[in-house]
């Protein structure tokens, strides 16, 4: 177990998000890790210590002045007795008591004590979490070292919109297993492919679609979290390279296959790039605009990526999964292409205008084994990278254990 043996210190601030710290003690226990919670006074408002200490199995802390805490555990035990400080919620509030160094409560003192790793969760309202102030406090306790896992944009308590939401509790784990190295990938080789392709019609103008790579790159991300040492080949986007993930920039079809064959050998390759399927015989000078009939592209078959990484041989990742974007009878043409290319699993999306998939951050995916379709409800696109994340470390657990 990724976590086995590792002493988590889980401060839980006063926000809606704190129902999701309950998931997360949860997901780190059964990676092996000990929890050890404390609640600030807002925290107990929407969750209960009671719940907190079921699901830990160990004592909740939540007073500082406590004589049977103090007794038991004191403030400054209780720091330093973890592997990794991890606040999440970490509320507006909280954040600018720990940029300040205040030490007002169990948990700010917690903090102040603490000489062990810090990971943040911030979770808030989108106009407290845009406010100057909580940027200049983040970025102080960014410079003190501190990491920082989310938040997400989406929607908020409030009915609104925008950055706010904490992270998936998965993602949480993802960033922990990060910091405490040796994460459920470590020594595993991941390869992703992201992006459009721009296939050139001459110097000057190519075909290319609408893919955003804001899929492929989360997907890279969440693989390099859990600790893969991960390749990403990208067609052009408007996409940051993810930190932690070695990025080979390309263009064309024909050059994500070559950085892909030079990347493997991989355990596991997801083909998440939008590749043409036709590239044009591009003209060597750029087209001139004449009288006449305008010129007519001729349209050459592109290499399947998937599916030459799909071919069984000694190179073949131990997992290849693909995606199938559709706009109509979504999960008969991805089992379809599952058999076509060979690939092991296939993520189906519906890409329709409607589903608002292209460009946009939400995706609602259906997963595609040999076994049958499993269902995943909407998600943002980085919580659907955390879940595949998670499901491909599980995979390749279980093979290496056969
Ligand atoms: O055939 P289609 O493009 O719908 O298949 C989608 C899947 O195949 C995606 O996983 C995509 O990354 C991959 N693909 C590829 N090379 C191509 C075409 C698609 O890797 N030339």
Known sequence: MALQGRRILLI?????????????????????????????????RFITPLSAASLS???????????????????????GEADLVVVAPATADLLAKMAAGLADDLAATALLATDKPIL???????????????????????SRGMRRVGPNAGPLAEGESGPGRMAEPLEIVA?????????VLAGRRALVTSGPTFEPIDPVRFIANRSSGKQGHAIAAALAGLGAETVLVSGPTAEPD??????????????????????????????????ADWRAE??????????G????????????????????????????????????KLIEHAREKRAKKGCDWIVANDVSAAAGTFGGDANTVHLIDAGG??????????????????RIARFLERKAAE
């Open 242 to 275: 993810p930190p932690g993930v070695r990025v080979v920039h390309v263009e064309s079809a024909r050059e994500m296959l070559a950085a892909c064959e030079k990347a493997l050998p991989a355990d596991v390759a997801v083909c998440a790039a939008a590749v």
């Open 175 to 183: 960033a922990i297993e990060q910091m405490l190295g040796g994460g």
């Open 282 to 291: 591009a003209a060597p000078q750029k087209l001139k605009k004449k009288n």
């Open 120 to 142: 943040i969760a911030p979770a808030m309202n989108t106009r407290m979490w845009r406010n100057a102030a909580t940027q200049a406090n983040l970025a102080l306790l960014e």
């Open 293 to 328: 009939p305008p010129p007519a592209l001729k349209l050459v078959e592109n290499p399947d990526i998937l599916a030459s990484l799909s071919k069984p041989g000694n190179r073949r990742p131990r997992l290849v999964v693909g995606f199938a974007a559709e706009t109509e």
């Open 57 to 79: 199995g160990d004592t909740v802390y939540t007073d500082l002045f406590s004589l049977t805490e103090e007794s038991e555990m004191g403030h400054l035990r209780l720091a």
């Open 12 to 44: 839980i601030a006063g926000g809606i998000a704190a129902y999701k710290s309950l998931d997360l003690i949860r997901r780190l226990r059964e990676r092996g890790a000990s929890v050890r919670v404390v609640m600030t006074q807002g925290a107990q």
């Open 373 to 390: 379709v499993e269902d995943w409800p909407p998600l943002s696109k980085r919580e659907v990278a955390a879940r595949l994340a998670d």
